[in-house]
């Protein structure tokens, strides 16, 4: 079973609008739709999707609506107590192809509640099982929380991934080699956060083809003691850095409808193929593909194995 913990849950609610968003001007929605969300619960659906068996951890009060919206998708999940209702992140998807996200900070968890989330993630997770921790962390919740997780988790021999940003991201670099995770999926920016590079500049030297900033920015982690590094690149693709070498895979063209849960998407790819036993390159091949058909998709839609199909002939060692 491979465990999920969504710190930070939300409902994401998606409009698209008939025409260009222009601020202080009346606009009209098209269509609307309120999902699940969460990067957590947005993995768990993706490893539910490819038949894997996956569990959802996260807090929410009692008759929260998105425990509704996680029995109608059939998706595993335990939710911890919490004080308030689960936050509504809201996508606006307006012409041309222009995507716009405003998200709600989410409920304060007290330090009971944070207790309690913590001993139920550890309490579900199986000795030698794998589990990833995802997102931003709700208020109330330490800004050092994952890197005091990994530590807890790690004694139950867990296989341990993260995908944050910001101060969790910093303060988990910043914890030291007893804190690194098994795996890490940074994009462009959040790998210049805790490197000190520029990300804008490593992203946009990327698309060009120049690689040597990513590689050397993610060889960098791998060294300080991160067992597996996949760098997301957007549209040109991404990195992945291992104990057995580095490899790149080019994103296939892809129409963009919603670049929202794409990265959630890449790392359900990545967790599917591991689970799978698959090589590194393969791995990697599935996280991009997975990427590229969530673009395709609208709002925080999460691909079926069956709508992707991955290129490992596009694979290139570095």
């Not at 341990?160 to 670099?173: F, H, K, M, Y």
């Not at 805790?194 to 992203?203: K, L, S, Y």
């Not at 919603?258 to 959630?264: H, L, Y």
Request: glycine share 12%; aromatic share 2%.
């Amino acid at each position: 079973m491979i465990v999920t913990l969504t710190a930070n849950p939300s409902l994401d609610r998606t409009i698209t609008l008939g025409g260009e968003l222009v601020p202080g001007g009346v606009h009209r929605i098209v269509s609307d739709r309120t999902g699940p969300g969460g990067k957590g619960i947005n993995v768990a659906l993706g490893l539910r999707g490819a038949g894997l068996n996956a569990l959802a951890v996260f807090p929410a009060r009692e008759a929260d609506l998105l425990l509704d919206l996680l029995d109608a998708e059939d998706l595993r999940h335990r939710s911890t107590p919490s004080q308030g209702r689960v936050r509504t992140n809201l996508t606006i998807l307006s012409a041309p192809a222009v995507t716009t996200k405003i998200n709600e900070p989410g409920a304060v968890l007290s330090a009971v509640d944070v207790a309690a989330l913590e001993d139920a993630l550890v309490e579900v997770v199986e000795p030698g099982g794998t589990v990833m921790l995802s997102g931003s962390l709700a208020p109330g919740i330490p800004v050092d929380e994952y890197a005091r997780l990994v530590r807890r988790l790690r004694d139950k021999g867990a296989w341990i991934g993260v995908d944050t940003s910001d101060r969790p991201l910093a303060a988990l670099a910043a914890a030291g080699p007893d804190s690194a995770p098994d795996f890490l999926k940074p994009n462009a920016e959040e790998l210049g956060q805790i490197t000190g590079r520029d990300g804008a500049q490593m992203e946009t030297a990327a698309a060009s083809g120049d690689l040597d900033g990513i590689l050397e920015a993610a060889c960098g982690l791998h060294e300080a003691g991160v067992g597996e590094v996949l760098v997301t690149l957007g549209g040109a693709g991404a990195v992945l850095v291992t104990g057995e070498g580095a490899w790149f895979a080019p994103s296939p063209h892809t129409p963009v409808v919603s670049t929202v849960g794409a990265g959630d998407s890449a790392v359900a790819g990545y967790l599917i193929a591991r689970a799978s036993g698959e090589l590194p390159p393969e791995r990697l091949a599935l996280a991009v593909a997975y990427g590229a058909v969530a673009v395709s998709l609208p709002g925080t839609t999460i691909p079926a194995r069956h709508q992707v199909q991955p290129d490992v002939g596009d694979v290139v060692e570095l």
